[in-house]
């Protein structure tokens, strides 16, 4: 039998006692020992904070977002042992495929968003600069920078894989060294991979460490700079969240608990309608998928009174086609849940879910499981459940069955249907099927402070839609109270947990050095050579080019009108443009403005400009008439470099001014700029 290790200080710990068993969730076997005594958990924090921490700071946004990558590839190189070892938790391919593939897809997504929407920097400048005095010469501007302790994730068993990886990417992303535990039934998978990760030699030292068993006293000695991410029971959770030393320390504690989503079916889904077919789908998927043990599951199907016979009729033809058993044979489609020990506690709630719900489809009791023994596995049936007034007292608000059981709940309202929602008292997902969008806008209105994520399904979106129950690294997982209020992921939101914000305040130039990104009113490098004809690598942040004046006349609008087509009045009529209350007279087109100043700055000859990609920001602040003298200033404003591509992305601060220096518009312009070290490499 396996003996799990523990990773601490660049080691491997065997513990020579106070072992537990893990058991294969289809036989009932043991499969492995577990136990974390010995760890050394101060001196594992310590390693974290100094070495770990050190590597990590060393690197900016990019060079770890790629390190993410290379990561993630190695772990697809190796899924197959991964895919082997997760049958023993009960799983199918499916199940595993979200488990180790939805896992490996978060790092891919993460290195994606670090490269492209954080800097090739160390600090991440979160927002606009604040204009906070009266000339400009003091700004605000908010920063992050990462925290200087470790994050400690404390996963459930129902996804050993992906529960590392959506944490751990944010986590390194930020520059946070971590510390895994894995739930124990589960762990050996878990300690699979991460064991594979420490074989890639991808991530610095001290990066990241493991305990196979308790923390001990670990959380006892965090302290400010250090994390906390859980996702657990809400018991469990609450009790670790409320011990002395992390509201003492204020340590940053994320939960993500148990949560009693719901499903509404809206009253125009009839058994005729696509939405209808799609609902019934959804429900069975949610049921049976890991065994209904997602902290994501559809627990609650709120559907219209009048629809709930069909329903659940369509349900439980769904439920009959439902194979259960050992998932090695290929016509098993729904396994065994992780334990004994969680069939036994399922088996418990739904007893209590049945005091005042009528059971519909299912036998709590007793399974024939194909190619397995019933009695060996952790085999639960699905149970589709009734309650018949869930506005009164219905445990179906209250208590998680972590399994294959849903209840369903009639409404006569969409009135009564937002307010079954919200007894939910908070959750991680609800979902809305339906094709009358006033009828999901109004549900939406109701319910959505209740919840993390919203997926709301119809014909137009529902082959495409990622269904009800998967959380996805771009957009946030977590939930308002029951559902623990934390958030995790949702993209770069996600990587700021394991950073602080700051808001700096000083002068422009102070604030520009700090950010390395352009501020309004820092001084400015005049360039002595056209910044077009410099390389990515010869372009400095604050480099500026004024332009000679050129002097619109009647003649270029009345030109660019008949190019464009573009003859609104205030453009070609005198009297007309004056009417207007924001006009003199007849006023220039503003797109002929920023035609018109490229060609002030732009450089005909090839050159180390590849291209321009676009503007933001583009504002028109004043009016400009026949006989206005335009200047242009362009500085470069903000660089990011494309990493083994050859180029980089060149942001530039664009003012157009007239002969009052007053700005008439002013934009960024993105271009993509050679490297003079590098050849180009093609996307
Ligand atoms: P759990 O018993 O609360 O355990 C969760 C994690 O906490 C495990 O790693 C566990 O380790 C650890 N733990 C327990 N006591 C601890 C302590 N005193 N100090 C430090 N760590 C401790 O929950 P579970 O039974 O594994 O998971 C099922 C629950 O998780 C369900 O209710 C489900 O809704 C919820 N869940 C939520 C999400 C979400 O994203 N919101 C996702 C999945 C699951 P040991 O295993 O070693 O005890």
């Not at 060079?63 to 895919?83: I, V």
């Not at 009253?267 to 998928?289: G, L, N, Q």
């Not at 194979?323 to 334990?339: F, K």
């Not at 934390?486 to 990587?495: Q, S, Y």
């Amino acid at each position: 039998m396996k003996l799990l290790q523990s990773y601490a200080k660049g080691q491997w710990h065997t513990a020579t006692e106070g072992f537990k068993l893990c058991h294969h969730a289809i036989t009932g076997q043991p499969v492995a020992q577990i136990s974390s005594t010995g760890l050394d958990f101060s001196g594992m924090l310590d390693f974290g904070r100094s070495i770990g921490h050190k590597h990590l700071q060393k690197m900016t946004f990019h060079e770890r977002a790629l390190m993410l990558k290379e990561l993630a590839l190695y772990l697809l190189e190796k899924k197959k042992d991964f895919y082997a070892l997760s049958q023993a938790t009960g799983a199918t391919q499916l199940d595993s495929w979200i488990d180790i593939e939805g896992g490996i897809g978060t790092l891919f997504v993460y290195s994606g968003k670090g490269r492209r929407e954080m800097p090739d920097h160390h600090i991440y400048v979160d927002g606009a600069p604040e204009h906070i005095s009266k000339n400009g010469t003091f700004l605000g501007q908010h920063i992050c920078t990462s925290l200087k302790g470790v994050a400690i994730h404390i996963n459930a068993f129902n996804f050993p894989c992906w529960g590392m990886l959506e944490k751990l990417a944010p986590a390194i992303l930020a520059g946070m060294p971590i510390i895994v535990k894995p739930a124990s039934d589960t762990a050996y998978l878990t300690e699979l991979m991460f064991r594979a990760i420490i074989q890639s030699d991808i991530l610095p030292p001290g990066a990241v460490q493991l305990v196979c068993g308790s923390t001990g006293e670990l959380l006892d000695l965090l302290d400010c700079q250090d994390v906390v991410a859980f996702t657990g029971s809400a018991s469990t959770g609450q009790y670790l969240k409320s011990k002395k030393n992390i509201t003492e320390n204020a340590v940053r504690f994320t939960m993500e608990a148990d949560s009693l989503n719901c499903s509404i079916l809206t009253p125009d889904a009839t058994p005729e309608t696509p939405e209808f077919d799609y609902y019934v789908k959804e429900v069975v998927k949610e049921m049976t998928v890991k065994s209904g043990q997602k902290c994501t599951a559809i627990r609650r199907a709120i559907v219209p009174a009048e629809l709930l016979d069909p329903v659940s009729e369509a349900i439980c033809a769904r439920l009959t086609k439902v194979t259960v058993g050992d998932p090695a044979n290929e016509q098993v489609r729904m396994g065994a849940l992780a334990s004994k020990a969680q069939q036994q506690e399922v088996r418990e709630r739904v007893s209590q879910l049945r005091k005042t719900s009528e059971l519909v489809f299912g036998n709590p009791e007793h399974i024939q499981a194909i190619d397995a023994n019933d009695q060996d596995g952790a085999f639960v049936s699905p149970i589709l459940l009734c309650n018949h007034r869930p506005s009164d007292d219905c445990p179906a608000h209250d208590i998680e069955a972590f399994g294959p059981v849903t209840t369903l709940m009639p409404y006569y309202s969409l009135d009564e249907a937002a307010q079954l929602a919200n007894r939910g008292q908070g959750s991680l997902v609800g979902s809305v099927f339906g094709y009358n969008d006033d009828h999901v806008a109004d549900l939406v209105t109701q319910i959505a402070s209740f919840h993390g994520r919203m997926v709301l399904i119809n014909r137009d979106s529902a082959k495409e839609s990622s269904g009800h129950g998967s959380p996805l690294p771009h957009l946030v997982h977590g939930g308002p109270g029951r559902a623990g209020g934390g958030e995790e992921m949702g993209g770069i939101r996600g990587v700021k947990h394991y950073m602080q914000r700051t808001a700096l305040q000083g002068s422009p130039t102070t604030l520009m050095r700090i950010t390395e990104k352009y501020m309004p009113k820092a001084q400015t490098l005049p360039a002595i050579k056209h910044p077009f004809k410099m390389y990515f690598e010869e372009l400095k942040v604050g480099l500026t080019l004024v332009s000679e004046k050129r002097t619109i006349t009647l003649e270029d609008i009345e030109r660019f009108a008949d190019l464009s087509g573009d003859r609104f009045y205030a453009h070609m009529d005198e009297e007309a443009a004056a009417r207007n209350p924001f006009f003199d007279g007849r006023v220039a087109h503003g797109y002929f403005l920023v035609s018109m100043a490229a060609g002030l700055f732009v450089v005909p000859e090839e050159g180390p400009v590849l291209a321009n990609y676009g503007l933001d920001d583009l504002r028109f602040t004043e009016p400009v008439y026949p006989g206005d003298d335009i200047t242009v200033q362009l500085t470069c404003k903000q660089k990011s470099y494309r990493r083994g591509k050859g180029y980089g992305e060149v942001r530039w601060d664009l003012q157009a001014s007239n002969q009052n220096d007053e700005v008439v518009a002013a934009y960024d312009i993105l271009t993509l700029v050679a490297s003079n070290t590098e050849p180009f490499i093609e996307d």
